[in-house]
């Protein structure tokens, strides 16, 4: 990685609106765009980095949030793989806020409903949930499971398949 992207990242995780405005100023494509090194979405960056303040400062400006990328992320797949672990729910809560469609598939043709499932998620699936996920998506490949039967296809996600299960017209 070339020392100014190392840079980007840095302000990202832990700079100010003040140096996000002067990136917007610099960088070609910042911040609805790719970035030139990975060739990644720079929300997926800001997401990746975890940090409030530039993933708020990009929905402020309207960056694209329904996409799927080359690596198979979408905002909210990422969101649930969040680097750090405490600020999960923020990021995914925040993007939903602003948008975040629910329903886009991407790594494994996973929907965030689908990744929650088999990550015994159940806050975030109920997140999820409150903003209109669609618990019958199915998969369009390996076993065309919907989130429900993903959970179960996985060992330790009880709380998830209880979770699923206990939804009006889920079945036991």
């Not at 400062?57 to 960056?63: E, Q």
């Not at 949930?129 to 669609?134: E, I, M, S, V």
């Not at 998506?137 to 390996?142: A, E, K």
């Amino acid at each position: 990685m070339s020392k100014d992207y190392d840079s980007i990242l840095k302000i990202l995780e832990g700079g100010t609106i003040e140096q996000f405005q002067e990136l917007a100023g610099l960088v070609a494509a910042f911040p609805d765009g790719i970035d030139d090194c990975l060739q990644r979405r720079w929300i997926i960056n800001a997401i990746d980095c975890g940090s409030m303040l530039s993933i708020a400062w990009m929905l402020s400006r309207k960056v694209d949030l329904e996409f799927c990328d080359d690596e198979g992320y979408t905002p909210l797949l990422s969101a649930l793989e969040c680097r750090r672990p405490e600020d999960r729910y923020e990021v995914l809560e925040l993007l939903l806020k602003h948008g975040a469609p629910t329903d886009v598939h991407g790594i494994n043709d996973w929907t965030p409903a689908h990744m929650a499932a088999v990550r015994n998620d159940v806050r975030a699936l109920a997140m999820l949930l409150a903003y209109g996920a669609n618990l019958d998506i199915r998969t369009r490949i390996d076993s065309y499971a919907t989130p429900l039967e993903e959970a179960r296809l996985h060992q330790g996600t009880n709380d998830a398949v209880r979770f699923l299960e206990s939804l009006p017209g889920r079945s036991a």
